[in-house]
């Protein structure tokens, strides 16, 4: 028997852009992804856009009823900065302020610890036509909204997060194609890298100055990266895709500080971002109270097999590339590798580097593709779910046992949601959505899930 300690969360994630969806007269305005797909819906899976979602916007009362129904504990969702403040500045949607409350109400009284998050990749599309976050006024305009969500929605939020996954829209924005503005500029990247971290700091300071009992941490993508091998080249370049993927928002964000290999990176490549004193003090002065680990797959890493072009606009490819293990277990709807000592490597590093920051696993999942097949009886029999979380708890007993500092396990997600550019090609849930009739089904995970919860713990039988 796998035993968790007494007190230990179980639960789901999900974000406000990927389930709320949109209806008449709701009061929303485009975020970038709303913008995105309006203007160029063949760049998404299936051309499946955002406006429907998961239609939780709807089916809200229901879908709670079902974090019931699955033996959730906890629960993360996000608010969507463009439906509580359309143009990202100004008016409040007064729709959504009924809405966020009356959800966060429900769920606050069914016992269930809520987690706000207040960013999740969803700009408001007005602040993007102005530069988005390469520009220090959406710093501002963030740390307004923060403050109003304060205002609105503390008394019924157990705790807040600033951002999820904050280095995704900096790798997949300006080193890649996969967010706005998908461009490669890497002096934008570590401005709007920088620039998310003192929105985050700042709002910190903000809730602390209203509420120094309330709790806000940050989320973080924690990938840990192993090199290729025990030679120099490939270790250093295992250390510096860690200070990229992980060390570029987990030090400022926990230490307050910077890594300075990070800082001569930039200055070498002169990429460094504007920065004024006074910020670096905010972000020394107002380090988070806990973290959001995701953790999906690690990053395995090997020297630049060429020299690099010197022509050529600098990217993290300058000092390391992927490496794919040839005996890699490999989910082959996602392409992602699953390695479950990962969740043991990352807890260990927390311990030992960040000073053992209370920290809860706030996503871990599997995505598959035409889950239909396996429909029995009405139900979706996704044994391959349940083996995939047991075999990822059992790493994470063993790092709790041995002092790591982790107090939940949040799956990712409690219903089949909207995957930004890849739609509804892989499904997550422990409920199954039906696109077509928005008929939710529990499938045999979800069960499974409650009794989990049910034992705060599991067995191998």
Request: some cysteine.
């Amino acid at each position: 028997m796998y035993q968790f300690p007494e007190g230990f969360l179980w639960g789901t994630s999900t974000s406000g852009p990927q389930t709320e969806g949109r209806t008449e007269n709701d009061g929303k305005g485009n975020s970038i992804w709303d913008y995105w797909y309006q203007n160029e819906p063949e760049k998404f899976f299936n051309q499946v856009g955002p406006e429907e979602a998961s239609t939780f916007y709807k089916h809200w009362e229901e879908d709670i009823d079902s974090l019931e129904a699955t033996g959730q504990t906890v629960f993360r969702t996000s608010i969507q900065w463009s439906r509580l403040i359309p143009e990202g500045v100004g008016k409040v949607n007064s729709e959504a302020v009924s809405f966020y409350h009356n959800v966060f109400q429900k769920i606050h009284k069914k016992g269930i610890h809520l987690i706000v998050n207040l960013y999740h990749f969803d700009l408001p599309y007005a602040l993007y036509k102005n530069g988005g976050w390469e520009n220090k006024d959406t710093v501002k305009a963030y740390v307004t909204y923060a403050s109003k969500c304060f205002e609105l929605f503390n008394d019924v939020v157990d705790e807040w997060t600033t951002f999820n996954e904050p280095i995704v829209p900096v790798e997949m924005g300006y080193f890649n194609f996969y967010h706005l503005p998908g461009t490669i500029d890497a002096k934008k990247a570590f401005q709007v890298a920088y620039n998310t971290q003192l929105a985050s700091s700042q709002a910190v300071k903000e809730l602390h100055k209203i509420d120094k009992t309330k709790k806000i941490g940050i989320i973080i993508n924690l990938t840990p990266a192993y090199p290729r091998s025990s030679q120099e080249a490939d270790v250093k370049a295992a250390q510096i895709a860690d200070l990229f993927q992980s060390r570029s928002f987990l030090d400022p964000s926990v230490k307050g500080v910077y890594p300075d290999e990070l800082i001569a990176i930039a200055k070498a490549h002169n990429v460094s971002p504007e920065i004024t004193p006074t910020e670096l003090i905010d972000i020394k002065e107002n380090t988070v109270d806990f973290l959001g680990v995701n953790y999906y797959q690690p990053l395995r890493v090997q020297a630049p097999t060429y020299m690099p072009n010197p022509e050529a606009p600098f990217t993290p490819a300058y000092y390391y590339e992927p490496f794919s293990l040839p005996t890699a277990k490999v989910n082959p709807y996602r392409g992602w590798e699953i390695y479950e000592r990962g969740i043991y490597d990352i807890a260990e590093n927390l311990k030992d580097n960040y000073g053992n920051i209370p920290w809860l696993l706030t996503e871990n999942g599997m995505g598959v593709e035409n889950e239909e097949r396996f429909i029995e009886n009405g139900e979706i029999q996704d044994d391959y779910r349940i083996d995939f979380v047991k075999d990822h708890l059992r790493w994470l007993h063993r790092a709790i046992e041995e002092g790591a500092n982790c107090h939940g396990y949040m799956m990712w997600t409690f219903i089949d949601c909207w995957s930004w550019l890849n739609a509804y090609k892989n499904r997550y849930g422990l409920v199954a959505l039906d696109l077509d009739t928005q008929k939710r089904t529990i499938k045999k995970s979800g069960r499974w899930f409650k009794e989990l919860s049910s034992h705060n713990g599991f067995s191998d039988d």
